[in-house]
């Protein structure tokens, strides 16, 4: 692939390679010297037209430990503010010879969009409501290190799955690894047309946990309602906020997952967010900076090989 713009275009063996090599990466990360070479002498921009704290923090340490260039654009202070579109702000960046452009953006479809334009390779850092990849690998390969496997798991994702481009990547991903799915959520913030996903919708915690293996956590996305319906946050609370006693239907070994950002006492107790015993959020941060080393370590032997083709 020249881009990483979605799970949807990736075949099961491909993403069980990215988690390979991220695997490595994640062994370099814990030695003192942490330097690769796999990008060196490359330049990467990160466009983040949205905010973020995991996701652009783990691609410039990716990058840096790597080797390359890596240029954080300042989106609120750059000519965007002026009104320069979206495309014109890329072909302006892709003049100056970048390789790799991460790039977040509010709308769905942007990212793709921009890649259509650009001679380099294109990173999807979020687009909408639309997909998260980097963020599903990171999931799976937390889950593959955890459970020892990444296929015939039974894997709840829990909450506002309506707008959320992490639990979209995460179903395409687990459901290519032959999982079982289960979503668990308020009828508001489940999507239209789910059941084409092969996945069983619960409304019910206690029901929809029992026996699973893995119990993901997703935020309100308020962001993203549109001014429609936000429920409560006590009520939502009370109904979906994952406590140690909705996790009790799980099977005893279950693991916790969240993408971040959490809020504490809204979708899920501060007390069992950091139970290191049950709670892999910490790794998934770790293995955010893998995963980024190991998608961008990928594209980058493609863009090379692609230059080194004769015109
Ligand atoms: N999970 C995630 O994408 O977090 P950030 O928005 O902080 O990057």
New binding site residues.
């Given amino acids: 692939h020249r881009h990483l713009l979605g799970i949807e275009a990736l075949r099961p063996e491909e993403i069980a390679s990215v988690l390979d090599l991220a695997d490595r990466y994640a062994a370099l990360n814990r030695q003192p010297d942490k330097h690769g070479h796999a990008l060196a002498g490359l330049t990467q921009i990160n466009m983040f037209f949205e ?6 923090a783990s691609f410039e340490i990716a990058g840096k430990r790597l080797g390359a260039d890596v240029m954080n654009m300042a989106m609120q202070a750059s000519s965007v503010k002026k009104g320069e579109t979206l495309i014109d702000t890329a072909l302006t960046l892709n003049a100056m010879h970048p390789d790799l452009l991460v790039v977040r953006h509010p709308q769905s479809g942007a990212v793709d969009l921009l890649a259509q334009k650009v001679n380099c390779a294109v990173l999807n850092a ?1 687009d909408g409501r639309h997909e ?1 990849p980097t ?1 599903a690998l990171l999931d799976a390969l937390t889950i593959r290190r955890a459970k020892g496997r990444l296929h015939r798991l039974s894997i709840a994702i829990c909450g506002d799955i309506a707008h959320s481009r ?1 639990a979209r990547s995460n179903i395409l991903l687990l459901g290519k690894m032959e999982n079982r799915l289960r979503l668990i959520g308020p009828p508001t913030l489940l999507p239209s047309g789910i059941a084409e996903f092969g996945v069983e919708v619960f409304e019910n915690m206690a029901e929809g946990l029992k026996d699973v293996d893995v119990v993901m956590m997703l935020r309100l996305q308020k962001e993203r309602m549109d001014g429609g319906f936000i429920p409560s946050e006590r009520e939502y609370y009370h109904r979906f906020g994952l406590d140690a006693e909705k996790l009790s239907h799980a099977k005893p070994d279950a693991i916790v997952m969240h ?3 959490m809020n504490r006492g809204v979708e899920i107790d501060g007390t069992l967010a950091d139970d290191i015993n049950r709670s892999v959020i910490q790794d998934q941060v770790e293995m955010g900076v893998a995963v980024r080393m190991a998608a961008m370590d990928l594209l980058a032997q493609n863009l090379k090989l692609t230059r080194a083709e004769p015109a």
């Fill in positions: 905010n973020s704290t995991r996701t652009q979020g998260h963020q992490v993408p971040g950002p």
